[in-house]
Antibody, heavy 118, light 110 residues
Framework: QVQLVQSGSELKKPGASVKVSCKAS????????MNWVRQAPGQGLEWMGW????????AYAQGFTGRFVFSLDTSVSTAYLQISSLKAEDTAVYYC???????????WGQGTLVTVSS | QSALTQPASVSGSPGQSITISCTGT?????????VSWFQQHPGKAPKLMIY???NRPSGVSNRFSGSKSGNTASLTISGLQAEDEADYYC??????????FGGGTKLTVL
C-alpha cells in the first residue's frame, strides 16, 4: 500500500539547519509530484511548493524561497526538505504530500515537527 | 496569493447536514475545477475527502459531497456523526500555478 514515512521530530537552535526526509513506498515515485505543506502550531495548512519527480525541478511558493530547498533521491524513493538559517517562526509540523493530479493530495506523510528554540 | 475564506466554525447535531463554504476569486476557485477538501483530526495528518470539486476518493463516505458556484466552493456533510468532528480545509489551484488553502473550519458535532 502507498505510504509516505517521514523522519522524526527535530529540535534545533536558531541559525541551524534541518533536513526532513520523506520515504515513499508502495508506488513508483515518478510521475507523481511531491508537495510540502507547513502547519504552524494551532494554525492552518500552508502550501510550500512541490518537486517534479520526473525532472527533480522544484517550485517554491511565495515566502518559501531562499532558505527552503526541496530535493529528491529517486534511487531510494525519498524526498527531502532542507531549511537553513532556522528561525523561531519556522517551528511547525511539515508534511510531504503526494499529488496525483493537481491538488489531488491523496497521500500524506505523518508529519515532522521541527521546533526552533534557543 | 491570499488564503481562501472559510468560516472559522460550524456546528450541527448528529443526523443533521452542514455546509462549509470556501470563497476565493476568479483566479483560483472560480477559474478552475481543482478544488479539494481535507479533514484533519487533532494530531493527525489531513485526509483527502473531495477532489476536483465533486469527486470522492475511494473509501470516503458518500455523506461527504462537494460543489461549486462561481468563486465559492462548498463541502456538505449529511447525516452528521460524532467522528465527523474535525477541522476542514479547502484548497484550490491558482492562476499562478500554485496551490492555496483556506484558513480552516472547525466542525463541532453537538
Amino acid at each position: 500500500q502507498v505510504q509516505l514515512v517521514q523522519s522524526g521530530s527535530e529540535l534545533k537552535k536558531p541559525g541551524a539547519s534541518v533536513k526532513v526526509s520523506c520515504k515513499a513506498s508502495g508506488y513508483t515515485v515518478a510521475p507523481y509530484s511531491m508537495n510540502w505543506v507547513r502547519q504552524a502550531p494551532g494554525q492552518g495548512l500552508e502550501w510550500m511548493g512541490w518537486i517534479n519527480t520526473n525532472t527533480g525541478n522544484p517550485a517554491y511558493a511565495q515566502g518559501f524561497t531562499g532558505r527552503f530547498v526541496f530535493s529528491l533521491d529517486t534511487s531510494v524513493s525519498t524526498a527531502y526538505l532542507q531549511i537553513s538559517s532556522l528561525k523561531a517562526e519556522d517551528t511547525a509540523v511539515y508534511y510531504c504530500v503526494r499529488d496525483v493530479n493537481i491538488v489531488n493530495f491523496d497521500y500524506w506523510g505523518q508529519g515532522t515537527l521541527v521546533t526552533v528554540s534557543s | 496569493q491570499s488564503a481562501l475564506t472559510q468560516p472559522a466554525s460550524v456546528s450541527g447535531s448528529p443526523g443533521q447536514s452542514i455546509t462549509i463554504s470556501c470563497t476565493g476569486t476568479s483566479s483560483d476557485v472560480g477559474g478552475y475545477n481543482y478544488v479539494s477538501w481535507f479533514q484533519q483530526h487533532p494530531g493527525k495528518a489531513p485526509k483527502l475527502m473531495i477532489y476536483q470539486v465533486t469527486n470522492r476518493p475511494s473509501g470516503v463516505s458518500n455523506r461527504f459531497s462537494g460543489s461549486k458556484s462561481g468563486n465559492t466552493a462548498s463541502l456538505t456533510i449529511s447525516g452528521l456523526q460524532a467522528e465527523d468532528e474535525a477541522d476542514y480545509y479547502c484548497s484550490s489551484y491558482t492562476i499562478s500555478s500554485t496551490v492555496v488553502f483556506g484558513g480552516g473550519t472547525k466542525l463541532t458535532v453537538l
